[in-house]
């Protein structure tokens, strides 16, 4: 572990497809975790999962063995979130499950003329109603604001469209560009490094995505670790992005 962390101070490590993939925890992801903690080596945790508000997903990270607190914790929903307030938004319309609209319980929502179109993952709830619902808001001038742009996800049961399809298909079609509050976000990146107090060439981000993760950690001078699980594929070391390290997996913190 001294040896690979010599050149950080601090982690800013993904849980989708580096702690967990769906329900099932990699293997050593609780150990690294614990570990980190017992050398009282900094972390936080920044997903771009938007299935969940940030209380659900403390719960069940929790729940299957992990050592998190709340304000270690980043999600998209979150910040999203944030961002409405920033600018205080009375209505949005939520592409988003139920869980995730916890987030923005200080707001209405507007299915016909909102000021904001916030977007996230729904799964098969993306119809083509609920869509074209949003495009009409978007040509009345309500703003778009995409919790990321990934373009898919694994699980234990294979890729799945992410949110990012459907968010470059609103922008097409209403002509508008994307506010995009998540990972690789500078903005969303930015407020872990300030919340860790440390300059960004003494931080590590452990993702799993070469794209969102690595070259958008790059990008701001901190260091993108690679681990490959999760939606790691091998064409990804083949794609002109280099990460700093590449991991089997967040167990290599401790091997």
């Avoid at 001038?141 to 949110?163: M, P």
Wanted: net charge negative.
């Amino acid at each position: 572990m001294t040896d690979l962390l010599s050149t950080v101070d601090g982690l800013l490590i993904d849980i989708d497809g580096v702690l967990m993939l769906g329900e099932e925890v990699i293997p050593g992801a609780v150990e690294a975790i614990t570990a980190l903690r017992a050398r009282r080596i900094p972390f936080r945790f920044m997903t771009n999962t938007t299935i969940y508000c940030r209380y659900t997903l403390l719960d069940r990270v929790r729940a299957l063995g992990f050592d998190i607190e709340l304000d270690e914790l980043y999600t998209a929903t979150y910040v999203a979130a944030n961002y409405l307030r920033e600018r205080k938004a009375g209505t949005y319309y939520p592409l988003l499950l139920p869980d995730a609209q916890l987030e923005f319980d200080d707001m209405e929502i507007d299915e016909i003329n909102p000021e904001y179109v916030v977007v996230g993952d729904m799964g098969p709830g993306f119809t083509f109603t609920r869509l074209n619902r949003a495009f009409r808001a978007l040509m009345e001038g309500a703003e778009l604001v995409a919790l990321h742009k990934k373009r898919h996800w694994r699980t234990s049961d294979g890729l799945f469209l992410d949110a990012g399809p459907f968010v470059i298909a609103l922008e097409y079609a209403a002509n508008v560009n994307a506010t995009v509050v998540g990972k690789p976000s500078t903005e969303y990146l930015q407020m872990a490094l300030d919340d860790l107090d440390l300059p960004a060439v003494r931080v590590a981000m452990i993702g799993d995505d070469v794209e969102i993760d690595v070259k958008g950690a790059q990008a701001m001078g901190i260091q993108g670790w690679l681990v490959k699980t999760g939606r790691f594929r091998r064409s990804d070391l083949g794609r002109g992005i280099w990460p700093d390290r590449t991991l089997e997996s967040i167990a290599d913190l401790t091997a």
